[in-house]
């Protein structure tokens, strides 16, 4: 139990004033839940209780969350005494989703109460999936199963439903509706169970997010930590159980790796993790039981490595949460980067730890440093780290993104290589032991590694050689104000670029902000607000580096920074190993001297070259205004300067017959782009002829690719090890390179696109164990097809994808096509693909994004249509990453984008308006589509087009958003 002073002491660091609801007058110390579910409606019967003791000096109501509530009676227990609280006494903000309840009479400071609910509340339908929801699978049982995060636990009880409110919770379910055969699980063991009911043990103090409650027909697999910790796996009884074996090892090799980081052991009685096949996020980490979606629970023979590698991660990051999230909690959603880019670092940190063989800080790199980068670039698309207008629960939800996750991610890897990994690793553990069950502020978090930077070095349990991380920190660490170091990096949107040119006896550098675009059509040039760490890599002749740390500091006045070089050396590399968030651009001098060393250069070091000078490109190819703010050497290095850099990097990168996956997948993705905007241009033809020359060497990598299986699940977690990240090609890579060169009209490669297409047919439609190629390389070679082809070829496309659904989606599509053709009549179409083609669990249901852009970058004028009629149908948009990689495939039609754009739905056209920017080079859109909305003028979406905008949409913003 807690003793007051111990909740005055959490309430001091509870919610920041700038929370959307004021609810601290009251602390919650213990929660009972009564609930009596049906499988058969979607009524939930609840009887609640909340105990609280008052914080405030005085006291005459209480404000709670709630929402959906319908209430019978409500009761308030003070000094033993119950009273009836009237309903005239209870008022229900809907738009706030709270509810204040008017007291008997007014309390004092410490005086502690207790309140009383008898209520009805609703679960949500499959399609909504929000707070309780129930499922009803064709294929499986009925399932109820509830996701809380952020703020839907006020759906279920009536609470204190923030995070700095934490409480202890005791659950008991009522089984008169539940079949024998149903499991009942949440968030601990059960305490006693009869015919009649089952009550769950009382949790530790957790936030109200973190409740669950999970019923449906599961079985298990069973493992321990010595004697104190049960580990299961659930899956529903329609699948083999057997295939949930190495999440099982994962979920165990993860604990015991941050019991060790972290030097705390999980104080738990269980730990569940649920597969279900419908849950709204991929996985949740609700205290002892975690929810994943099953697609990403199931790991078989046929499960691409791409996939085991993604399930790996997803399981560090949701057991990460246990010791910060759950354990140690966040007093704001202001801070949720702090939670959850904490914990997407962790999640490398044990996948490098695990399976050293894939070079995974490759693709942190790739995949989310250089993702947030992108988002982080676009005015329109980010925000600060820690927002200032969270101030309804759409604010709050939407705050769950990719800036908050990534960016979160590499600001706290960039602090870690800043400090040095003993210092952070030691603060960190400060950090958990002083916020231990309670909640903590950004400012406890860096106070901790404060004491970290200052105290005696410590080894720490888990060694920086074992999980890939340099030990080169920025010297004087004692003086390194951490707290002031990362306030602009979390309080200021954007980021930094740093160019390097070669000087008298050295390398001078100067940061400035990433340009964004004005409604000129130019560049503005900003100074760079932010302290940046950077490291500089000094290499020699004889493949001898030099390591060095350097401080760039804020500038007002674009000033440079010295670094000196001897003049023997044989190339300079900035940021050498992506750490720093930023873009690196270099001079004429010093990018010709990385381009002869690019064969010795790390992973890490060449894809950053490629990444930052596509970015960087993309970015200025809408010439760079100069602002009279430069010193005189500086001249913009526009349009043709940075294709000429790309030019060399990818002459380079064939030079060195490149094959390592994350550079090779940054090097397509480039000139795939370079062949986009070669369209609109006369020299098309040469392009495409230079461009195919950069891949040829990779096309055996690529059949390879194709006929790839996946891991093998026999050896368990070290079969997983084996998996090369820097030689073997991923389909997912090879599909990107196929589309690369079947875009240059490589005859070879189409060639090779219409075998794997006909093998892909012949698996679908015969009906013995014929084996396809690998589903991922499948679908970019019917893309080359229905580039190269006709009808025929696009209809396979659409064959493909209407097996990739779901059979309830099916039907959904079925009725929404109004399609010209039936392709079932077609005589290349069977009414249904067998299940015996490769991958199809779990690869199925991954290929209907991929494939929605195949279909929607066809040159068929009728199809391109087609595929925007089926957008008017909220059936096609499910799915986020559906609908995204829809858009995709229209912003490539360049020929047919006006009509397709004018056909297509308000939703699409709202996903067009956040891809547009990003889309290749040039793409500009007016940072504030609030702007367009007051002025009363016609959206404009830019498309690409060498320097004229000339497309637009011709609608109002207010309708588009209706």
Known sequence: S????????????????????????????????????????NELECRSSVEWVVKAETVDCIKLHCVGLVFYKTTVRINDKTELIPSTSITQNPTKEMMKIKLPRELQKGQQGQLNFHYLAQTSTSQKMAGVYLTHDPSDSPTIATHFEPLRARSFLPC?????????????????????????????????????????????????????????????????????????????????????????????????????????????????????????????????????????????EETPMSRVQRIARLVAHEVSHHWFGNSTSINSWKIIWLKEGFARYLEYLFTVYMFPSWDYWTDFAHSITDCAKQMDGISARTHPLEPSDLTTPAAITDSFDFITYNKGASIVRMLAQTVGWDVFSNGVNIFLDNCKEDCCTVSDFCQALQVACRGARIEPPITSSSIGISTTTIPDIESFDVEAWTLPWRSIPSHPVVFARAVQGGVALQQFMVPEPTRQLSFEIKP?????????????????????????????????TFFPVPTSISAIVINPDMTSFCRCWYDATLFDLLLKTYPEQPS??????????????????????????????????????????????????????ETHNIVVHAAATAALDVLHRSQEESCEEGVRRTVGGYFKHLLPKIEEAAWQRGCSVAEGLEGFGKYDGGRDLSPAVAGVVLTCLGSAWDPDSIAFSRMIRDKLMEAMTVDDETEGPDLMVAVSALKVCVQHGGEKDWWNAWHLYTWALQPDELEQV?????????????????????????????????????????????????IAQNVAKLSLKPSLSHDTSDIISLCTGILQNTALIDQVLLASSARVIWFLIKLAPSFGSPLWLARNESYWQNMGVPLKIIIKSNVEITRAIVQNLTVLLQ
Request: aromatic content about 10%; proline content about 8%; charged content about 20%.
């Open 528 to 560: 760079s607000p932010f302290p940046l760490p950077i490291v500089v890599v000094v290499c020699y002749p004889g493949n001898k580096r030099v390591t060095h740390t350097i401080t760039l500091p804020p500038t007002e006045t674009f000033n440079e």
């Open 160 to 300: 204190f439903d923030h995070p700095s409110l934490k409480a202890r919770f005791k659950l008991t379910v009522m089984k008169k509706n539940i079949p024998e055969g149903f499991e009942i699980l949440s968030n601990t063991c059960p305490e006693r169970e009869d015919p009649e009911k089952i009550v769950f043990k009382e949790t530790p103090a957790m936030c109200s997010y973190l409740l669950c409650l999970i019923i449906s027909k599961l079985h298990w697999i069973e493992s321990s930590i010595e004697t104190r910790l049960r580990l299961r796996v659930y899956v529903p009884t329609s699948v083999d159980v057997e295939g949930a074996r190495g999440c099982l090892a994962l979920l165990q090799k993860s604990i015991c790796f941050y019991e060790e980081l972290f030097k705390q052991k999980l104080r738990l009685e269980k730990l569940d993790l649920v597969g279900l096949k419908a849950l709204p996020p991929i996985a949740m980490e609700n205290l002892g039981c975690l929810a994943f979606r099953l697609s990403y629970v199931l790991i078989t």
């Open 2 to 41: 807690y003793s007051f002073c111990t909740l005055l002491r959490r309430g001091k660091r509870g919610m920041s004033g700038s929370e959307p609801e004021e609810v601290t007058d009251v602390l919650p110390v213990r929660y009972e839940v009564c609930v009596v579910p049906s499988l058969n409606n």
């Open 604 to 657: 890490l070091t060449r894809l950053g070259l490629f990444l930052d000078c596509f970015s960087l490109l993309s970015l200025s190819s809408i010439q760079l205004q100069q602002q009279g703010r430069f010193p005189s050497w500086w001249k913009p290095r526009g349009h043709l300067g940075l294709e000429h850099q790309l030019y060399h990097l990818l002459t380079a990168f064939r030079d060195a017959l």
């Open 814 to 862: 079925d009725a929404a096509s109004e399609l010209n053709v039936d392709p079932w009549k077609l005589p290349w179409a069977s009414a249904h693909p067998p299940v015996t083609l490769y991958g199809k669990v779990p690869q199925g249901y991954q290929l209907r994004a991929p494939l929605l852009e195949c279909l929607a970058a066809s040159p068929h004028s009728y």
